[in-house]
């Protein structure tokens, strides 16, 4: 069994807690605005990521077929489709994204933006909302995100569908963003191994050992992950480090 539930929502939250107002500042007389995984924090780490993630390996659009697995909401793969790749792919199976990956987040951050004592609709607060939400869904890859886990033939079909791909042929990358961290090893060796079934390349961003790590995860060095599944490639966060 995974060590976090991503099905939840407050999963999610507490991973991701980012101050929204870093653009222009906020008054001194009340706390910055913090937004949790939601599209106007993520979407420039998402941007980076891509970019990072592209030059570690060496992708060059519009590139090879990748599928992103973990990838939340699709952000990654929206990056990357705007830096031009045009076979990009995303699955999760966390109900949570499921659930609302065709909804906005337009209450979350009006609830956020009343918890620093503004009001959404009036002056400060309203100018505030404008910055933060630009009225459109959580996702918007143009592939979607799949609710596929690639675990059978069928989920298989579906996956290689919905990428393109004839036959039983393969994508050219598979990539877990950010997964192996919230699995048990025997876990992350089984999901490189179903990886593996429909993708020629696997690779891994993962965020390593490092001090501050929150308790609960499994927290392995680069290196270290190598060993556990070498015939895969592990990308740093951060660094964009590659073994």
Not at 25 to 48: D, I, N
Request: glycine share 14%.
């Amino acid at each position: 069994m995974p060590l976090k539930d991503w099905n939840l929502k407050a999963t999610f939250d507490a991973a991701y807690s980012i101050g929204a107002e870093g653009d222009v500042g906020h008054s001194g007389s009340r706390p910055e605005v913090k937004l949790h995984y939601h599209r106007r924090v993520m979407g420039p780490v998402c941007q980076t990521r891509a970019v990072g993630i592209a030059q570690a390996l060496g992708w060059v659009a519009p590139g090879p077929s990748l599928i992103i697995v973990g990838a939340g909401f699709g952000w990654t793969a929206e990056a990357l489709e705007q830096m031009g790749f045009t076979r990009v792919l995303s699955l999760d199976i966390s109900q949570y994204v499921q659930g609302n990956k065709d909804g906005t987040e337009e209450a979350e951050i009006d609830a956020e933006i009343v918890g620093v004592g503004l009001t959404p609709g009036l002056g400060e607060g309203q100018a505030l909302k404008q910055r933060l939400f630009d009225g459109g869904t959580r996702s918007r890859a143009t592939r979607g995100v799949l609710n596929e886990d690639g675990a059978g033939g069928a989920s298989r079909g579906r996956i290689r569908q919905a990428l393109g791909l004839a036959g039983n042929a393969k994508a050219d990358w598979g990539l877990s963003e950010s997964v192996l961290e919230s699995l048990t090893d025997a876990e992350a060796i089984n999901a490189s191994g179903i990886a593996h079934q429909y993708c020629t390349n696997v690779a891994h961003y993962v965020v390593t050992l490092r001090e501050g790590n929150q308790p609960g995860y499994n927290w392995k060095s680069l290196a270290d992950w190598k060993l556990l599944i070498p015939i895969d490639s592990f990308i740093e966060a951060g660094t964009f480090r590659v073994l």
